[in-house]
């Protein structure tokens, strides 16, 4: 219960865990959770001077203490949260608590006594008993078998204890904090989820270590772990990308200046020798696709249609807002382009262009536009919402549909496939095809001038049209 620690009438300060005493000094004092009392030499109270007569100084001051308690409790009270269940803040204050619990302060691990890194070594031999002491002086001792076996709490203790005055103790999860509050697609649910999930991969492989820390081992190690996980390497080397952005920021925007990337340069054993050339439609599936998107008449048959004679990516058509949709102009178009504050991105810079609306695709866009329901001007409000473009969702139904239908196992990429070759065949100029498909990077001089006009391309895809 909150504690009144100053009331003058006007203002009132209340706070938690304060005791006050007759002289007015203030101290935190708490009860130490049932069962975890041995953490804190036996004792089932704190009580720790909070320094100061004055009543907001020492609110904050205890507010500090009762969040660092809570993080090193809730990790003490729960031995399997191991690499998972607290942030890297909630570890570093658990830490700073059981750091005092046991009469420490950083860095004096170094002490030539060597009396701080006996006291931690007690405190592990009373948590862990034989395992630690298999894994401290076994015959398969080191570091990182010690590592294993402690929580992150105690992990960040031992290198909060040996850490060198003036270090810079950056670690990889602070860097992945850092690169998604700096990344102009930070706050995108998707990117910020891959980016999450790369990261992690390290985590779980080898820890949440300060960014100086890791090796050319730890990456090789972090490769291995993909590869056995049956990743494609294709994808093994989507990760390490993001994993190399990461630690790329970190070094720039901590000022690592000493500091590496060992994720850099990293080999993958055979890479692309298991890629699975994508295989484009056929025009007899293509046909087949059509009469089946104008015989079912639903958003998801919208959708395919309108990739299948414009090219365009599932996710494209999907964000699609009304008023990227011209039906009225002189040649009905869609204009593919990012609407960043309602969550709607592309896959490139580059990917943004505008496309003429023929054939099956210009049915579908009509069908669309004239439907009910278009929830805050979302062309397909069943898989788009501000902040929220489920596009994966969609194209799964859209992929098990065009598998029963063309009784293959290709997807709605294919149609980027397709349409490639279908422009080929009628002699469009590579630009043209380009533009069409928002293929490729520009060239300066292509980044001249607006590009092919929408009759140009128009023409092209008109010839397309079975």
């Known amino acids: ?52 007569k004055s009543a907001h100084v020492a609110a904050k001051r205890a507010a500090k203490l009762a969040i660092e308690h809570d993080a090193l409790w809730r990790s003490l009270r ?27 302060i950083p860095g004096s691990g170094h002490e030539e006594d060597g009396a701080a890194g006996a006291a931690f070594e007690d405190y592990l031999l009373s948590r862990y008993g034989e395992d630690f002491e298999e894994a401290r002086h076994g015959r398969h001792a080191g570091q990182e078998n010690v590592d294993r076996l402690l929580s992150p709490v105690e992990r ?75 990743n494609k390497t294709a994808t093994v080397r989507r990760r390490l990308r993001t994993i190399n952005a990461v630690f790329n920021k970190a070094i720039v925007e901590f000022e690592l200046r000493d500091a590496t990337n060992p994720f850099e340069k990293q080999e993958i054993r055979g890479e692309g020798d298991d890629a699975t050339e994508r295989q484009p439609f056929t025009k007899k599936e293509l046909i087949a696709i059509a009469k089946g998107c104008r015989k079912a008449d639903d958003d998801i048959r919208h959708i395919v249609a309108m990739q299948l004679d414009t090219g ?22 869609v204009w593919i382009r990012a609407h960043p504050a309602l969550g709607r991105t592309l896959k490139t810079r580059n990917s943004e262009r505008k ?22 001007g979302w062309l397909f409000p069943r898989y788009a919402s501000d902040g929220d473009i489920r596009a994966t969702h969609a194209s799964n139904t859209v992929n098990k549909w065009l598998k029963a239908t063309t009784k293959s196992e290709k997807t709605s990429h294919s149609f980027r496939h397709a ?20 293929w490729g990077t520009r060239t300066v001089g292509q980044g001249y001038g607006e590009g092919y006009s929408l009759e ?11």
């Open 456 to 466: 140009a391309k128009s023409e092209y895809l008109t010839k397309v049209v079975f």
């Open 156 to 230: 960040e203790v031992s290198r909060l204890l040996f850490a060198k005055p003036g270090e810079k103790r950056h670690l990889l999860s602070e860097a992945r904090d850092l690169y998604l509050e700096m990344h102009r697609r930070g706050e995108q649910q998707r990117f910020k989820a891959d980016t999450t999930r790369a990261v992690q991969h390290v985590i779980d492989a080898i820890g949440d270590l300060p960014l100086t820390l890791y090796t050319r081992k730890h990456a090789r190690g972090v490769v291995a772990v993909l590869e056995a996980q049956g």
């Open 312 to 333: 365009a990516r599932a996710g494209e058509i999907i964000g699609l807002r009304i008023e990227d949709v011209f039906l009225d102009a002189k040649v009905p178009h």
């Open 419 to 438: 349409m490639r070759d279908r422009l080929r065949a009628v002699r469009a100029p590579d630009d043209v095809q380009n533009e069409i498909g928002g």
């Open 78 to 104: 729960d031995p399997d949260l191991k690499d998972a269940g607290l942030t890297t803040t909630e570890t570093r204050d658990g830490a700073r608590a059981l750091l005092a619990s046991l009469g420490l």
């Open 1 to 52: 219960m909150a504690k009144t620690v100053f009331d003058n009438g006007i203002i009132i300060v209340c706070a938690r865990y304060i005791l006050q005493k007759p002289d007015g000094s203030l101290f935190y004092q708490r009860r130490v959770p049932k069962g975890l009392e041995k953490h804190h030499g036996g004792k089932s109270l704190i009580r720790e001077s909070l320094q100061t």
């Open 355 to 376: 496309v003429p609306l023929v054939g099956v695709a210009l049915w579908a866009a009509k069908r669309a536009i004239g439907g009910a329901g278009k929830a805050r």
